[in-house]
């Protein structure tokens, strides 16, 4: 059973940057699905970005040229390094892995790892 933690959320001016990083101990994300879904109180669960297990990534228009997702040296870990930060990032971000499917736009997976206690939020003031 997955027990992702995300963290390295935090308060940052418009234009910084912070990477967030998602763990388990005992999940190998080495050839695994997984992704990066962000959610704004009274917005629709959105996916931010993926990586597959053949390498392929995905970025929403919103963040791309400006985040990147990776695999940690850690088989246990990957990251969102966000750069160029805006107050329209400012959400709460959950991190999410499959090792048969892909991460897929889901408007319920926000809530649901929200009730599982996992998340971490970012906020950029205007």
């Known amino acids: 059973e997955l027990q992702l933690m995300e963290s390295g959320g935090g308060s940052v001016q418009p234009g910084g940057s912070l990477r967030l990083s998602c763990t388990d101990s005992?999940?190998?994300?080495?050839?695994?699905?997984m992704g990066w879904y962000r959610q704004t109180p009274g917005t629709e669960c959105e996916l931010v970005s993926t990586?597959?297990?053949?390498?392929?990534?995905y970025y929403a228009d919103s963040v791309k040229g400006r985040f990147t997702i990776s695999r940690g040296d850690a088989k246990n870990t990957m990251y969102l390094q966000m750069t160029r930060l805006k107050p329209e990032d400012t959400a709460k971000y959950y991190c999410?892995?499959?090792?048969?499917?892909?991460?897929?736009?889901?408007?319920?997976?926000?809530?649901?790892?929200?009730?599982w206690g996992q998340g971490t939020l970012v906020t950029v003031p205007s």
């Open positions: 999410a892995a499959d090792h048969w499917n892909p991460v897929r736009p889901d408007k319920s997976a926000c809530t649901t790892f929200d009730a």
């Open positions: 005992k999940f190998n994300f080495d050839d695994s699905n």
């Open positions: 990586l597959s297990s053949d390498g392929s990534t």
